[in-house]
């Protein structure tokens, strides 16, 4: 596992304390195209081929499964926030179910972690049983996705159908990563009924690209009626700064496992 925060300051993914991988490489082959025209690819991507080639022999795109990460939160003591899958999707239609499984299944033993799963694959959530402390998230979709663009009506489409799958999962906490906002959702977010959202800008390398204002006003006027804690990603720029988590939440405090919410 990977822990996030280090002690010069940075933070790495602000939202969670580890990531893990029992599961690596993806075939969704996200990519966002930016306000300037440029073409953005999935971070995960640019790590596993440029930074840890080693570790992807075969490229990003090929299928990894590690046995041997599935202990790692086991022997984690300290109750943490788990990003579960950041350089893959557990729901991609190539992961075997008995992989999904055995994941799924380390998540329900250490009960003490809070496990955050995010999918671009809404439809496979429904195959599964997930334990209470996995956090049910989904994607906001980007530009393109295996070699094809995506208009706004298609991405707008995707988002309703992620939203409905969400509706029928009985898990305590459903969530939905908004990174990059990059057009107005809010209409489609009138029916939603999220526990927790994370908002962040767009980014192409070290380029950033904020929102259009009004479009952030606007989702936090949606989510804030239902009730949705939010996030603020680092790379946005907006005042006042947010960084909620939904309820039940598992503080990462060591022994401190009340119910509580945080915001900064
Ligand atoms: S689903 Fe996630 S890991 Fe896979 S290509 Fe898209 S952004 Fe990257």
Redesign the pocket.
Known sequence: MNKQANSRGGRGIEWCDYTWNPVRG?????RWTMPDGSIAE????TIAERVAQKAYPQGFEHHYWNPLALEQPLKLQRPSRIFL?????LM?NWVPDEQVERVLAVCRQAEWHTFQL???NAPRLLQFNFPSNVWVGV?AP?SF?FGRKLSLQQQSRMIERQLDVLSQLSVPIRWMSIEPLSFDIAPLLVASDLEWAVIGAATNGRREFQPEPAWIEHVLQVLDAHGTKIFFKGNLKWKPWREEFPLPFRSHSEGERSAVGITA
């Open positions: 993806c075939q969704h082959g996200c999935c971070y995960a991507e899958d950041s350089m893959s999707d991609g995010l999918t671009k994607s980007p996705m």
